[in-house]
């Protein structure tokens, strides 16, 4: 079996055929996805809590991305909080900081990514993280790191590193701190050997699997749209840096998201 930890199912690209790709996905033997709730900003925040409501196998996340954090408001902040009281939601997220983009201003960043994590906290939601930094520097992921282990990191309460990009000191100093590391597709891509570096030193008992759909389609399939049946390839690519069929590597990480938010694994 396999799981896609991250796919974001709402918005355009999905609107013709949302519902059969969700079936495609199950048939290709994806027995639960993890629906992130960001949308396009405030006004769509509760995007995937609208999907989960529809199927039983299909979790969700709220949150404000970093593009879109200059446009939070206390009003934002309040139907949040309200959001993470509904039954299907499992996580905050995702939240932190892209200074690739600068979509917003950093300081503006860091002010949102800090309260959002002060909300998961009094919701005891685990945190969901989006890290890019600008080319050729650790800017983004000393900053993101810097304030999870201030912010955080006395929650206990752990979280996700989303779509993994970084080098292994960044996913160590994560796992040090209850953090698990998710692979989507680029690390299928011919020069993501970093990313692939990382995912042969991640400790496969702390790792995750997606695809950040509709987002970095994996190879075979890149330049296409990306969907949650092709989290497989994920698992593929995972298991030959590791000697393991795609199977195992499913199996494995599908298990990881159970025990890590605490689910039962017989919701499928």
């Not at 900081?97 to 201003?105: A, K």
């Not at 597709?185 to 692939?196: D, E, L, S």
């Not at 749209?225 to 497989?232: G, I």
């Amino acid at each position: 079996m396999f799981i896609d930890s991250h796919c974001h199912l709402d918005g355009p690209r999905f609107d013709s055929d949302r519902e059969e790709a969700v079936a495609r996905a199950r048939q290709a033997g994806i027995v639960n996805m993890l629906a992130v709730g960001t949308g396009h900003g405030p006004g769509t925040l509760d995007c995937a809590v609208n999907i989960a409501a529809r199927h039983e196998f299909i979790y969700a996340t709220i949150g404000i991305h970093p593009h879109e954090a200059k446009l939070a408001t206390d009003a934002d902040f309040a139907q949040l909080e309200q959001l993470a009281r509904k039954p299907k939601v499992i996580a905050w997220g995702e939240i932190g900081l892209d200074y690739y983009y600068d979509h917003s201003p950093r300081e503006v960043q860091k002010e949102v990514f800090t309260r959002q994590m002060e909300t998961a906290r009094a919701a005891k939601l685990p945190i969901v993280i989006h890290c890019r930094p600008s080319d050729n520097s650790d800017n983004a992921w000393n900053d993101c790191l810097n304030l999870i282990e201030q912010h955080w990191k006395p929650s206990g309460l752990g979280g996700i590193l989303h779509c993994f990009t970084g080098a292994w000191e960044h996913a160590k100093r994560a796992l040090d701190m209850g953090f698990m590391i998710s692979f989507a597709g680029n690390v299928t891509f011919p020069k993501a050997q970093q990313i692939r570096d990382s995912a042969l030193q991640v400790p496969l008992d702390r790792m995750l699997i997606e695809t950040d759909s509709p987002f970095l389609a994996p190879v075979p399939y890149r330049g296409k749209r990306n969907e949650p049946a092709f989290v497989k390839e994920v698992a593929r690519q995972i298991g030959e840096l590791r000697g393991l069929p795609a199977e195992d590597v499913g199996n494995q990480t599908s298990q990881n998201f159970y025990r890590f938010f605490s689910l039962p694994s017989s919701v499928r």
